[in-house]
Nanobody, 122 residues
Framework: QVQLVESGGGLVQAGGSLRLACEDSARTFRSYALGWFRQGPGKEREFVATISWSGATQDVAEAVKGRFTISRDKAIDTVYLQMNSLKPEDTAVYYC???????????????WGQGTQVTVSS
């Protein structure tokens, strides 16, 4: 069973950086695409980025393109979301999720982590 655990969230000032990590504690998502989503206060969960199992295919939402980068270290079964030039509107709970292929659709992701809070102060 896929078990995803996020880490790396916290409080940062606008313009700062954070790196989120998503680890599969059961080491079973090696054939899955991984995605990052976020949900701000009073908002729906939205797509942030996704990466294929091989790492060759990546997609990043327009709202964060040029600031956020997704990467994957297959050797340690971990996916990262490097977030630079953070803005207050990036404040949200960030979730890692696994799907059979890269997609922006929330309903295509079968497994989800518990989320990690990112707060960006102005």
């Amino acid at each position: 069973q896929v078990q995803l655990v996020e880490s790396g969230g916290g409080l940062v000032q606008a313009g700062g950086s954070l790196r989120l990590a998503c680890e599969d504690s059961a080491r079973t998502f090696r054939s899955y695409a991984l995605g990052w989503f976020r949900q701000g206060p009073g908002k729906e969960r939205e797509f942030v980025a996704t990466i294929s199992w091989s790492g060759a295919t990546q997609d990043v939402a327009e709202a964060v393109k040029g600031r956020f980068t997704i990467s994957r270290d297959k050797a340690i079964d971990t996916v990262y979301l490097q977030m630079n030039s953070l803005k207050p509107e990036d404040t949200a709970v960030y979730y890692c999720a696994a799907a059979r292929s890269t997609t922006r659709r929330v309903d295509r992701y079968d497994y989800w982590g518990q989320g990690t809070q990112v707060t960006v102060s102005s």
